[in-house]
């Protein structure tokens, strides 16, 4: 997979979180303060912009553009989040690289997985984006032999389905956790935005 495949499917997400805002706002307005649409479409709207301005050469210089200008122009926690997911991303592919083998790519993802956890100091459960992340990452890593369409169908649906899994959870981890008991009913915005993410790879995947 080549840096224009990856430039695609960052093109996908900000496609999706631009027709996902408002409902990523509403699912935040219920446990959270309502901004997560707005800052993640601002976010990839940057992103955007920033890889058209200097187009990168390889996919890990592209995830670190990705993360480091996430982290500059998303507020809130998901800025740091996402942008430390990204730029984990690129760093573990390295600069040089530039065709990331699959078993490479979710190797990267995992690393990258660990970062955002050490980062939130969160683990499965806590009603996190890493609710999504985590069963994404094992699923594309399960799904590797039988190829990346495969892969990236079945990272799609775990994440999805660790999204809605999120919903009678109790939040134990930013702002939602301050609701405690009231935060139950209601799924995660961060999840619902990871799992967002990985229907655009699975989108950019089939193309
Ligand atoms: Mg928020």
Same mark, same amino acid.
């Given at each position: 997979?080549? $840096?224009?495949?990856?430039?695609?499917?960052?093109? @996908?997400?900000? /496609?999706?979180?631009?027709?996902?805002?408002?409902?990523?706002?509403?699912?935040?307005?219920?446990?959270?303060?309502?901004?997560?649409?707005?800052?993640?479409?601002?976010?990839?709207?940057?992103?955007?912009?920033?890889?058209?301005?200097? %187009?990168?050469?390889?996919?890990?210089?592209?995830?670190?553009?990705?993360?480091? $200008?996430?982290? *500059?122009?998303?507020?809130?926690?998901? !800025?740091?989040?996402?942008?430390? +997911?990204? *730029?984990?991303?690129?760093? /573990?592919?390295?600069?040089? $690289?530039?065709?990331?083998?699959? !078993?490479?790519? =979710?190797?990267?993802?995992?690393?990258?997985?660990?970062? +955002?956890?050490?980062? !939130?100091?969160? #683990?499965?459960? &806590?009603?996190?984006?890493?609710?999504?992340?985590?069963?994404?990452?094992?699923?594309? /890593? @399960?799904?590797?032999?039988?190829?990346? @369409?495969?892969?990236?169908?079945?990272?799609?649906?775990? =994440?999805?389905?660790?999204?809605?899994? $999120? #919903?009678?959870?109790?939040?134990?981890? !930013? *702002? =939602?956790?301050?609701?405690? %008991?009231?935060?139950?009913?209601? @799924? &995660? %915005?961060?999840?619902?935005? /990871?799992?967002?993410?990985? =229907?655009?790879?699975?989108?950019?995947?089939?193309?």
């Amino acid at each position: 997979m080549d $840096t224009s495949f990856f430039a695609a499917w960052i093109e @996908e997400i900000a /496609t999706a979180v631009r027709d996902q805002k408002d409902h990523l706002t509403q699912l935040d307005a219920a446990i959270g303060d309502a901004d997560h649409g707005a800052n993640l479409d601002r976010g990839f709207a940057a992103v955007r912009e920033a890889l058209a301005a200097s %187009p990168p050469e390889t996919p890990g210089a592209l995830f670190v553009l990705v993360g480091s $200008t996430l982290i *500059r122009k998303v507020g809130g926690a998901s !800025g740091p989040l996402y942008g430390t +997911v990204f *730029r984990q991303l690129g760093k /573990t592919l390295g600069a040089e $690289t530039a065709d990331v083998a699959l !078993g490479d790519f =979710a190797a990267a993802l995992d690393a990258a997985l660990s970062a +955002v956890q050490k980062l !939130g100091a969160a #683990v499965e459960g &806590d009603k996190t984006l890493v609710d999504a992340l985590a069963p994404a990452v094992r699923a594309l /890593t @399960e799904g590797m032999q039988e190829g990346p @369409e495969e892969a990236f169908a079945a990272a799609a649906r775990a =994440a999805e389905e660790g999204a809605q899994a $999120t #919903v009678p959870l109790q939040a134990r981890k !930013g *702002r =939602a956790s301050y609701l405690g %008991p009231r935060s139950v009913g209601h @799924e &995660d %915005p961060g999840a619902a935005s /990871t799992a967002l993410m990985f =229907a655009a790879l699975q989108a950019a995947g089939g193309r």
